[in-house]
Nanobody
Framework: QVHLAESGGGLVQPGDSLRISCAVS????????MGWFRQAPGQEREFVAG????????DYTDSVKGRFTISRDIAKNTIYLQMNDLKSEDTGTYYC??????????????????WGQGTQVTVSS
């Protein structure tokens, strides 16, 4: 069973940068697409970014394009989300998940059984 552990969140000001991480264990890391999701208070969890197993394909929700970059380090079994020019609307708990492909991550029906505890990102002045 896969285990995902998110870390690196914090309190930052608008315009700041932050990098969060997701350590993966429990099964071969390189075989799956990985993605980041976030959930703001009172809101549904939403797709933020995804990366294919080969790292050749990435996908982002429109609101973060040009500001966020997803990457993966196979040697460390870890994915990252570099977040630049953070805005108050980026505030939320960030979670990672895996899927068979990147497209599956952003379908409305996407379901994942092994969500981690998430990492809180708060953007406030």
């Amino acid at each position: 069973q896969v285990h995902l552990a998110e870390s690196g969140g914090g309190l930052v000001q608008p315009g700041d940068s932050l990098r969060i991480s997701c350590a993966v264990s429990g099964r071969p890391f390189s075989s799956y697409a990985m993605g980041w999701f976030r959930q703001a208070p009172g809101q549904e969890r939403e797709f933020v970014a995804g990366i294919s197993w080969s790292a050749l394909k990435t996908d982002y929700t429109d609101s973060v394009k040009g500001r966020f970059t997803i990457s993966r380090d196979i040697a460390k079994n870890t994915i990252y989300l570099q977040m630049n020019d953070l805005k108050s609307e980026d505030t939320g708990t960030y979670y990672c998940a895996e899927a068979s492909n990147v497209a599956a991550l952003r379908t409305p029906s996407f379901q994942f059984a092994n969500w981690g505890q998430g990492t809180q990102v708060t953007v406030s002045s």
